[in-house]
């Protein structure tokens, strides 16, 4: 299935996949912590995951499991960097 672009909200009609593709993503993104993260996120360009938990004040597995979970949804983009995860909001 095609990643969904917030562009086609504006420009075409959702077809049923498209939708449901959609409200998977809103879902995931609908809690305070990840909405937190992702703004952290896409602020700073990048992060990694070991400064994070003292953005949000969480601890490190849990945050772990908020960017797994944004992760599989497509929202973030990992790489690993020696011993840390580093974060970037994917572009479309």
Not at 69 to 90: P, S
Request: hydrophobic share 40%; aromatic share 4%.
């Amino acid at each position: 299935m095609e990643t969904l672009r917030c562009g086609q909200l504006l420009s075409a009609t959702l077809t049923g996949d498209d939708a449901a593709q959609l409200a998977k993503i809103l879902k995931d993104l609908a809690d305070p912590v990840r909405l937190q993260l992702v703004n952290t996120i896409a602020t700073s360009g990048e992060a990694c995951a070991c400064d994070l938990p003292d953005v949000v004040g969480k601890t490190q597995a849990t945050v772990s499991h908020h960017l797994g979970l944004l992760t599989r949804a497509g929202v973030l983009e990992r790489e690993q960097r020696g011993r840390w995860a580093w974060f970037r909001v994917r572009p479309e």
